[in-house]
């Protein structure tokens, strides 16, 4: 009885010390990141007019950009319940009359998040040709979205016009 206790106890110890330690593998902030992401942060940073607005499909992309292209980017797919959304994002609550009262300059699709969110993405392109979208930044890095599908643009960055 006493061999079986301490079989447990040390397989239980062990891991648990090894998840406990500091890991040897060290990663810098933003080096998973979004493909694509500095780039077209850095091209919105050189390009975009002073105080433009855009309108991304997600939190994530929306925070590398504003981070590397220094412009306010907001989130398409921010829920407007406070209870279903993180409270440092503001909700888009009408993207449609936004755009047509000139409230953001640029729509961003970008493949990450139309992987993963196929409704939004959807809305985004739609948003682009109904406010006469054009593309004024695509990315040179390209990404699969589906395990035999064909290589897309990270980003395309559209402009459009009320």
């Known amino acids: 009885m006493g061999v079986l206790a301490a079989a447990t106890a040390v397989s239980l110890v062990i891991p648990a010390w090894a998840r406990s330690q500091p890991s040897a593998r060290v990663t810098m902030a933003g080096s998973g990141g979004v493909t694509g992401g500095r780039e077209a942060g850095e091209w919105i940073l050189r390009h975009a007019a ?68 196929r409704f939004f993405a959807a809305e985004s392109l739609r948003l682009a040709r109904r406010f006469h979208g054009v593309a004024v930044y695509t990315s040179p890095s390209t990404v699969r979205l589906r395990p035999r599908g064909h290589a897309e643009p990270a980003l395309t960055i559209y402009e459009v016009h009320p």
Do not use: C, K, M
């Open 50 to 117: 002073q105080g433009s607005r855009f309108l991304a499909i997600g939190p994530s992309v929306a925070n590398v950009l504003e981070f590397y292209g220094r412009h306010e980017i907001s989130a398409l797919s921010i829920s407007t319940d406070p209870h279903d959304r993180n409270p440092s994002y503001a909700p888009v609550i009408n993207p449609d009359l936004d755009l047509r009262q000139g409230e953001f300059q640029y729509i961003v699709w970008d493949a990450y998040t139309a992987a993963h969110s």
